[in-house]
């Protein structure tokens, strides 16, 4: 019976799940996200990421945190440097390219330009919404300024709303008075809706997705041309500042 549940519900999750009848199908990877830096985590915008490399020929099913075999497709937002030492039965096969072509990320500090706000001494006390503490453009980069400026959790409130989209909503909605996102995210906003970008970190890496040594042949070529071939808008289960993946070969 519980089998039977398991395969209805892979044919109601994706009208390409049937290329995929079960997990360990040698025609299948299991597909992990990392959310560390955001990204939408309803169901339906993994289903759209899966449909859309599946109509390009690389067939997944989300990775369960049950398996006793590791994720074989790996999204990781980290940068590739930190993630090569941390993943070495994985490879590189799609890197991360911003919203500005760049295989580099920033953070970026924002808040209503009508504050006449320029330095970074002028927030402390003021609410401040994150992506989250294990973001590197949401909060890892842009905590150093913070705090080298004397903005802190002693001395202000910080709020981790999960993604980028939703710290500067939070700012936008005045439930806060600073946003801290990817800079190419938060300059789309502030031309847009009157805010101002009071300070921007040092660029770090960029990450992307890492497939497992073991999946090889065409597989992993489907795989590999599929992440760098599908369009922005099935990116919803990423981080909002990506703009699309190039090959670790052609990141320039």
Known sequence: MRMVAGILWLTLFSPHAMACQLPGDPGCVSVEINHDDGGR????????????????????LPYSADSTAPAQLVFDPAPVSEVRSLRPAYRLVARARGLDGEVTVRGAILVHASTGINDLASLKGEWISFVSKRSWPGYRLPIALLEKAGVDESSNNFYFVGNHVGAVSALLHRDVHVAVMAEPLARRWAEQNGLSIVAVTD?????????HRDVAGEPA????????????????????????????????
């Open 41 to 60: 985590l309803d169901k339906r915008y993994t289903r759209n990421l899966l449909d859309a490399l599946a109509r390009e020929g690389c067939h997944g």
């Open 203 to 211: 660029e770090v890496e960029t990450g992307g997705w890492w497939l």
């Open 221 to 252: 070529n489907n795989c590999t041309r599929a992440l760098i071939g599908i369009g922005r808008s099935r990116y919803k289960a990423l981080p909002a500042w990506i703009g699309s993946f190039v090959t670790p070969s052609n990141e320039r």
